[in-house]
Antibody
Framework: EVQLVESGGGLVQPGGSLKLSCVAS????????THWVRQASGKGLEWVGR??????????AYGASVKGRFTISRDDSKDTAYLQMDSLETEDTAVYSC???????????????WGQGTMVTVSS | DIVVTQSPDSLAVSLGERATINCKSS????????????LAWYQQKAGQPPKLLIH???TRESGVPDRFSGSGSGTDFTLTISSLQAEDVAVYYC?????????FGGGTKVEIK
C-alpha cells in the first residue's frame, strides 16, 4: 500500500523547536518531491515547503511565513523526509501533513498521496 | 506569488443537482512544455486529509467518479459535480503548481440543500 506516515508532533512552547518525520512506503520515495502542508483548525490549506528529488538537486523552497525558521530535509536511504521547525510561534499551531508530488510532464504534478497528519501545538 | 481565488465560499445543492465551483489564478498556469495547466482539485472530508480529484486541470484521478469533472485554461477553472451525492459533502480546494510557492484557493464548502 502506498502511504505516508507523519510523526513527531506535540506541544511546544513559543520559541521552541520540533522535528517532524514523514516515512514513505509502497513506492520509490526517491523518485518524488515531498511537500509539507499545514492546516490550522477550521482553516484552509497552507503550503509550508518542499524538497525535490536527487535529479533536481534536492532543492528546497518555503512559504513566506516559515522561511528562515523551518528546514526540510530527506534521507532517501530511510524513505523519510523531515521538517525541522525552530523559533515556533503560536500561529504555527496546526496539523502538519506531508504529501507526495511527481514532477515532469509524464507525472501528475499534484499531491496524489497524503499522510494523515500530525498535530503541532505551540502554547505556553 | 500566484494568488488563487475560489468562489463561492459555500454552496448548498439538492441531491442529484449540479454543483459548480470556480477557481481563478492571478497568472496563467499553462505549462508550455505540454500545453497543460498545472492546476489541481482536492476534496477534503471532515477529519481526513485532502484527496486528489483532478490534476492537469481536467484529468480525473483513478477511482474518482465520473460525475466530477474539471475544465478551464490559463487563469480560469471550474470543478463540476454533475449530480451531487450525499458522500460529496466536503470542502473542495483548487491549487496551482505552476510556480513556487504552491498556492491553494481558500476552499468551497459543499452541503446538501
Amino acid at each position: 500500500e502506498v502511504q505516508l506516515v507523519e510523526s513527531g508532533g506535540g506541544l511546544v512552547q513559543p520559541g521552541g523547536s520540533l522535528k517532524l518525520s514523514c516515512v514513505a512506503s509502497g513506492f520509490t520515495f526517491s523518485d518524488y518531491a515531498t511537500h509539507w502542508v499545514r492546516q490550522a483548525s477550521g482553516k484552509g490549506l497552507e503550503w509550508v515547503g518542499r524538497i525535490r528529488n536527487k535529479a533536481n538537486n534536492y532543492a528546497t523552497a518555503y512559504g513566506a511565513s516559515v522561511k528562515g525558521r523551518f528546514t526540510i530535509s530527506r534521507d532517501d536511504s530511510k524513505d523519510t523526509a523531515y521538517l525541522q521547525m525552530d523559533s515556533l510561534e503560536t500561529e504555527d499551531t496546526a496539523v502538519y501533513s506531508c504529501a507526495r508530488l511527481g514532477e515532469g510532464v509524464a507525472l501528475k504534478n499534484a499531491f496524489d498521496v497524503w499522510g494523515q497528519g500530525t498535530m503541532v501545538t505551540v502554547s505556553s | 506569488d500566484i494568488v488563487v481565488t475560489q468562489s463561492p465560499d459555500s454552496l448548498a445543492v439538492s441531491l442529484g443537482e449540479r454543483a459548480t465551483i470556480n477557481c481563478k489564478s492571478s497568472q496563467s498556469v499553462l505549462y508550455s512544455s505540454n500545453n497543460k495547466n498545472r492546476l489541481a482539485w482536492y476534496q477534503q472530508k471532515a477529519g481526513q486529509p485532502p484527496k486528489l480529484l483532478i490534476h492537469w486541470a481536467s484529468t480525473r484521478e483513478s477511482g474518482v467518479p465520473d460525475r466530477f469533472s474539471g475544465s478551464g485554461s490559463g487563469t480560469d477553472f471550474t470543478l463540476t459535480i454533475s449530480s451531487l451525492q450525499a458522500e460529496d459533502v466536503a470542502v473542495y480546494y483548487c491549487q496551482q503548481y505552476y510556480s513556487s510557492p504552491v498556492t491553494f484557493g481558500g476552499g468551497t464548502k459543499v452541503e446538501i440543500k
